[in-house]
C-alpha cells in the first residue's frame, strides 16, 4: 500500500502553479525555485543532540538509457553560475582534506558534466540539488555543534514485466502505443517508460512527447506510475510511517538521536523535512517529548526478521 504523506507547511505552494506540468511532477523533480524545509533539530531543550544519520535519494538523473547529448545543463543562468562554483570547489585540492572517497570510485570525475547528459548518470541540476540538501541540514545542525572542523565524510557506493502480462488491457495496450515514442524507445516495461519521461522530458521541463498519433499524457503516467528506490522506501515500509511513493529527487529520511541529563536515550524520525516519530507503531502511546525511547526502537528492529519474516538472520533470506 502506498501511504501519501502531506503536510499544509510543504513547499509545493511555492510552485509554479502556471506551468503545463502538474504540481505533483514539478515535486517530484525538485525544481530549483523551491526552497528546502524541514523540522530537523527543532526540539524541547531537555534534551541533546549526539547525532544524525541522513539517508537521501539522489538528485535529478538521465535517464538509464539516456544517449549522450549535450542538453543536460541547468535550467537557470544563476544556477549554471553556482554549478561552475561548485565543481572548482569539489575539484580542488583542498576539497580532498575533509573527503574520503571509496576506492572503487578513483578515476570516475567528482561532480556531474556541466551540460552533458549520460546515461544513468546525475545531471549539474541534480548535484546542486544535493548542495541545495546538504547545506539547508548544515544550517540546522549548526547550532548543535555536531560539526566540529575536523569531520571526515565518506564516500560510499550504495517488476515491471508483470504489469505487461497481467496490467488493465486498455492501460497496456496505451503504454505499447506510446513506446515508439521519441525519447521513450525500448521501455520494456513501465518503470523504464516513467525513467525516460522524467529524465528526458519532465525534469527538463520539455513537453511531452507525440508521434503517428500517439502521445504520451500526465493521465498515462499518473496510472502507471511506480517508484523503484532501493533504500528510502523499503526502510519506510518497514518503520511503517506514511511516505511518498516514488519518493520526490532528493528526498531525505534522518535519524536524530538524544539524550537527557539522566543519560537515556531517544530516536527521532524525519521524512523530508517532516516528523514522523509518532506514526511509529512500536512508540505510538509512548513518546517522550515527542522523541521514542531507544530501547523500544531497537527491540523493535531486533523481533522484526522473526516477528515479520518469520527468521532469525539476514543470511536466512539470502540462503537459497
Known sequence: MILVLTNIDSSIAAIDKKSSIPLEYQTLCRFSEVPYKGEEGNVNNKYTLRGATIIFRHGERSSIEQKPSKDCGCFKDEDRKLFEALQLEINSEKFVEFVKIDPQFTGYPRTPHRTQCAAGMLTAEGGLMINRMSSFLRSK?????????????????????????????????????????????NSMDPLRLVDKALGNYICRRKALP????????????????????????????????????????ATRMVFEIYDNSNGSFFIRVLYDGVDVTSHLSFCKNKLIDSLCPATLFQNYFDTFLQNFLGISSVSEVCKD
Open 141 to 185: 545542525y549548526l547550532p548543535a555543534r555536531l560539526f566540529s572542523g575536523n569531520e571526515f565524510y565518506h564516500i560510499l557506493r550504495d517488476h515491471g514485466a508483470y504489469f505487461v502480462s497481467h496490467g488493465r488491457k486498455e492501460l497496456v495496450e496505451s503504454f505499447r502505443a506510446v513506446q515508439s515514442l521519441p525519447g521513450l524507445k
Open 210 to 249: 507525440c508521434a503517428n498519433g500517439h502521445c504520451l499524457t500526465y493521465d498515462l503516467l499518473s496510472q502507471i506510475f511506480s517508484g523503484h528506490d532501493v533504500s528510502l522506501t523499503p526502510l519506510a515500509r518497514c518503520l511503517r510511517f506514511p511516505y511518498i511513493d516514488p519518493p520526490y529527487y
